[in-house]
């Protein structure tokens, strides 16, 4: 009996060398992962039914007084039977695929195992397809609970030979024979089974952990790329974006280079061949084409998939991907490789796996422009709306003054009109000069100070070079008109000071007076809701600070203080952007 375990060792050195050789292909551990297909399991029954026909061949011929040590079995005597590693393969085969697949790994061991020969050739068969049904099903409800860890693995196979062992007893005849044989191959095939079921196991939860850990490499590269990549495709697929996109991912990916395109052409094609394939209308490859119109992803393997006219185009394999918007083909994703081993299945889910978070990055793009334009258009109706009491009081000024002093009437006219001019314009637009703001301020300052000459004054104090920064319409008009018509009631003159300037990254605005200020409980809703108020209702500074915050998000910053009898502080900040004309900020999703 002792004798056997070396004997028994060798042969399961032997079938751990192959299951090490299999677990190196990419086939046999897609079929190890938890769910399986139809034919996968199809493949678990044959590959594990050829270990245990291995294990039949490589078995230790035991006659009724010796042990005689082989190299290779062929067939067995009738009165004598074999001490092999069989349950091993078969147990685990069938944990794996679950009591189907297992009664067809035993079908096929048994099968074999019986027309070896050798009087235990019944009742190893019969132990062959009972160890597959068993273990199967004891596998499946294993594996709803939790998953099959190698202790448990081992207990199985034990089990599995321990039957084994009863099975050769009961079926075999005469008893004292099989008796003799149990006591003989019994507790060394018990040992050496239980120690192979082990080291097996450790060779397919090596597999499975680094398939989880391949996964979860991909899956935080995915994560890391689409995070570096949201803010340019924020504003959809456009040149600009796309090219700093593909730069990154040709950065952060092993493709040799990176290009995207929508539904009418090349938008960026960064890396080994951008000397002849460029930004351009139109495509020059049937596979982009394909994906367009199909939706599905595909691959090329050599330069002929690929079908680059330029002869000495260095790529030879392609993954294109398509990036989809509600459910329509906008775009494609493509990975170039320069060798076709390059593109492995890694590679390509990853390029799976980007493709469907930058689709869901231009939705979630849409979405936010389609919720700026609306705020945009409710916005752009409030301004377009002219204060009626303004109106009126401005027409009845000049009316008076046509009569006394007709040169200030006609100017006062001018200043009208140039007020309703602002203000139809700044509707249209989202972004204008501060210069452009400033005017319309005292286009409505000229016309309240016909009515109220010695009022209030307001005093200017703007940084020179500032008149081409961009900020939102109808900013600081508000705000002075608020100081204006809340600040100075019952007041016999007020000051309005308005001062602008800028640091290394921001435009700051303040408007100041020093009229009655806000009480304590009024200043902590301000600017975020509406308050009850017989002098107004605080929506114009919700209005402005909802534009700012929608338009430049946390780089704005918008704050009031105040101090009742002392006056109050409007203070803004917003990113410093100039340029020579009119600005318009997001123009869309797509250029």
């Known amino acids: ?20 050789l299999l677990a190196q292909m990419k086939s046999f551990r897609k079929v190890i992962d ?55 393969g078969i147990t685990i085969g069938s944990m794996l695929g679950g009591p189907v697949v297992g009664v067809g790994i035993g079908l096929i061991a048994g099968l074999h195992r019986y027309l070896m020969g050798g009087f235990t050739a019944t009742a190893c068969a019969i132990s062959a397809i009972l160890a597959g049904g068993i273990a199967g099903y004891v596998g499946m409800v294993r594996k709803r609970r939790g ?29 004292d024979i099989a008796w003799n044989l149990v006591k003989v191959i019994g507790i060394p095939m018990i040992i050496i089974n239980g120690l192979g079921m082990l080291l097996f196991m450790i060779i397919i939860q090596n597999i499975l952990r680094e398939r989880e850990k391949t996964r979860a490499l991909q899956t935080s590269k995915a994560f890391y790329i689409a995070d570096q990549t949201l803010p340019f495709f924020r504003k959809g697929l456009n040149p600009e974006s796309c090219q700093r996109v593909a730069e990154l991912m040709l950065e952060l990916t092993d493709a040799d280079a990176i290009a995207i395109t929508n539904a009418e052409g090349v938008l960026a094609h ?22 367009l119109k199909e939706g599905t992803v595909l691959m090329a393997r050599s330069r002929e998939e690929i079908l680059c006219q330029n002869e000495r185009c260095p790529l030879r394999a392609a993954v294109v991907l398509p990036l989809r918007l509600h459910d329509r083909t906008v775009g494609t994703l493509k990975l170039y490789f320069n060798n076709p081993s390059q593109l492995t299945e890694v590679e390509r889910e990853l390029a799976e796996g980007l493709a469907n978070l930058f689709s869901t990055q231009l939705e979630l793009g849409e979405a936010e422009q389609q919720s700026k334009l609306l705020k945009d258009a409710e916005v752009k109706a409030l301004q377009a709306q002219i204060h009626p009491h303004f109106l009126f009081n401005a027409i009845n000024t000049i009316s008076v003054l046509c009569r006394t002093n007709p040169e200030k009437a006609r100017k006062l006219l001018l200043e009208l ?29 000229s016309l309240e100070q016909a009515r109220f000459p010695d009022r209030y004054e307001v005093d200017w104090s703007i940084e020179e070079g500032l008149e081409n920064q961009l900020l939102p319409p109808f900013v600081l008009q508000p705000l002075v008109e608020n100081s204006i018509r809340h600040a100075f009631s019952k007041m016999k003159r007020g000051e309005v000071k308005v001062e602008v300037s800028a640091d290394d990254v921001h435009l700051c605005i303040q408007v100041r007076d020093n009229g009655h200020g806000i009480s304590a409980d009024k200043l902590q809703v301000l600017g975020k809701e509406t308050v009850v108020s017989t002098h107004g209702t605080g929506t114009a500074l919700v209005n402005i600070k909802e534009r700012l915050y929608g338009i430049y998000g946390k780089e704005a910053t918008f704050r ?4 009742e009898e002392k006056g109050t502080s409007i203070q803004i900040k917003i990113p410093l952007k100039q340029t020579g004309g009119y600005s318009s900020y997001d123009e869309g999703i797509y250029s």
């Open 1 to 20: 009996m002792i004798s056997l375990i070396p004997l028994m060792i060798e042969r399961v050195g032997v079938v751990l060398i192959v299951a090490f």
């Open 417 to 445: 009109s140039h007020f309703f001019r602002s203000n139809l314009q700044g509707a249209r637009q989202m972004l204008i000069s501060l210069e452009k703001e400033i005017e319309h301020v005292k286009a409505y300052l």
């Open 560 to 563: 009031i203080k105040s101090e």
């Open 147 to 175: 998953t099959i860890t190698a202790p448990f693995a081992v207990m199985m196979g034990i089990i599995m030979e321990i039957t084994q062992m009863g099975l050769i007893l009961i079926v075999t005849k005469p008893f």
């Open 34 to 88: 938890q769910s399986q297909t139809v034919k996968e399991k199809m493949i678990l029954v044959v590959i594990f039914g050829l270990f245990g026909v291995m294990s039949n061949y490589t078995g230790i011929k035991i006659h009724p007084n010796s042990i005689t040590e082989n190299s290779w079995l062929i067939a067995i005597e009738p009165d004598s039977a074999i001490a092999n590693t069989r349950i091993m």
């Open 270 to 291: 960064v890396g080994s061949a951008s000397d002849h394939h460029k930004p351009t209308l139109g495509f020059s490859t049937e596979l982009t084409k394909k994906v």
